[in-house]
T-cell receptor, first 107, second 115 residues
Framework: GQNIDQPTEMTATEGAIVQINCTYQTSGFNGLFWYQQHAGEAPTFLSYNVLDGLEEKGRFSSFLSRSKGYSYLLLKELQMKDSASYLC????????FGKGTRLHILP | GAVVSQHPSRVICKSGTSVKIECRSLDFQATTMFWYRQFPKQSLMLMAT?????????EQGVEKDKFLINHASLTLSTLTVTSAHPEDSSFYIC???????????FGSGTRLTVV
């Protein structure tokens, strides 16, 4: 079966750092996506990891460990506009999404 | 590149009527497209995989007679919600597979409200 787990909600302070974890157990694996989604909008692509290790892109970084079935998204220098849902998704022959993590940023 | 256009962005329909949502790949040919549904404060749930020229593959629990998918060309897939009911009110979003970048592009979504 397919199982992708991530925390339901997280809260962090403006200017701080937050790490959103994702664990997965899927029948196949060809890569892992992180998307950002604001309420009522389509998801926006943030990152894509195929190989183990850390991918850094500005304030956002994503890490993957295929042997552990684990990924995290790291957000630095948090801004109020980062308040959104963050979706972990695994790619096999299709993309399967986790339930998403709603991130609340406090001033 | 790899742009997907989805229409309409919002639609309100009466209970019992049917609604068609279009998903077009504008600058590439999409042999495979995916349809997702998202209820408020929930994640995207895959409904079906649409393959050009063949029948769609539906995920478990999705009624294929209610959610009709047609992928008659390499640039267009449609989802028709038949005999819509208020519980079908949701955010529907399509995605197309391609050979560029990371291989998937999402449409902008359709907010369906059934009254």
């Amino acid at each position: 079966g397919q199982n992708i787990d991530q925390p339901t909600e997280m809260t962090a302070t403006e200017g701080a750092i937050v790490q959103i974890n994702c664990t997965y157990q899927t029948s196949g694996f060809n890569g892992l996506f992180w998307y950002q989604q604001h309420a009522g909008e389509a998801p926006t692509f943030l990152s894509y990891n195929v190989l183990d290790g850390l991918e850094e892109k500005g304030r956002f970084s994503s890490f993957l460990s295929r042997s552990k079935g684990y990924s995290y998204l790291l957000l630095k220098e948090l801004q109020m506009k980062d308040s959104a849902s963050y979706l972990c998704a695994v790619r096999d022959d299709k993309i399967i999404f986790g339930k998403g993590t709603r991130l609340h940023i406090l001033p | 590149g790899a742009v997907v256009s989805q229409h309409p962005s919002r639609v309100i329909c009466k209970s019992g009527t049917s609604v068609k949502i279009e998903c077009r790949s504008l600058d590439f040919q999409a042999t495979t497209m995916f349809w997702y549904r998202q209820f408020p404060k929930q994640s995207l749930m895959l409904m079906a995989t649409s393959n050009e020229g063949s029948k769609a593959t539906y995920e478990q629990g999705v009624e294929k007679d209610k959610f009709l998918i047609n992928h008659a060309s390499l640039t267009l897939s449609t989802l028709t919600v038949t005999s819509a009911h208020p519980e079908d009110s949701s955010f529907y979003i399509c995605s197309a597979r391609h050979q560029r970048d990371y291989g998937y592009t999402f449409g902008s979504g359709t907010r369906l409200t059934v009254v």
